[in-house]
């Protein structure tokens, strides 16, 4: 979904300032932004789902689902998906396409219910239900934030890096070729 916190999350994993162009505006990501990481994997960062309130829906059917679709059905290496989905909203049906065209696809996918540091107990566990209800996910799922500063940020961080290393590693899973893994440093 826009503004779920997709590129945040990206220049939180990497641990860059911006190389992802984060904003507070929807719609902010309008192209396929790749980045080669360690030269051993490609992290990508794609255009957001419009939300439940509307916002990006004309952007999304005119230009960035052709766009995703483009890349989704091009990609010749396609390991694993990261959902971003920020647990305080409700679900869409473009999420719940999107997943259920993940696992078609046999693809692993880590679920990231993002800006977990601005919910409570309650409300975390109430958005996490309702993700799960409404897509029907039974994958992996981190509550994520961004913030370094808070230890649940980085410890979302190291699972989250965990999952790629354990994508890259397998053989064949939704491509093939060599294992690459990430190095340096993973907390």
């Not at 078609?104 to 993700?131: I, Q, Y």
């Amino acid at each position: 979904v826009s503004n779920a916190g997709k590129s945040s999350m990206i220049n939180h994993l990497l641990k860059k300032d911006n190389i992802a162009k984060a904003s507070s505006v929807t719609g902010k990501t309008r192209s396929v932004d790749l980045f080669i990481v360690n030269d051993k994997f490609i992290l990508v960062d794609l255009p957001g789902f419009p939300g439940a309130d509307g916002q990006a829906s004309r952007l999304w059917e005119e230009q960035f689902e052709p766009l995703v679709q483009l890349y989704l059905n091009e990609a010749a290496d396609l390991r694993a998906m990261i959902f971003a989905h920020d647990a305080r909203w409700s679900v869409t049906s473009e999420e719940t396409k999107y997943l259920a065209a993940a696992k078609s696809l046999g693809l692993p996918v880590l679920a990231l219910l993002t800006k977990d540091d601005r919910v409570d107990h309650r409300e975390r566990n109430w958005g996490l239900s309702r993700f799960l209800q409404d897509t029907g996910f039974e994958g992996r799922h981190i509550h994520y934030c961004s913030d370094n500063k808070l230890p649940q940020c980085r410890k979302a961080r190291r699972l989250a890096l965990r999952f790629i290393e354990s994508v890259c590693k397998k053989q064949g899973g939704g491509g093939g070729g060599t294992a690459p893994t990430i190095e340096g440093e993973v907390n």
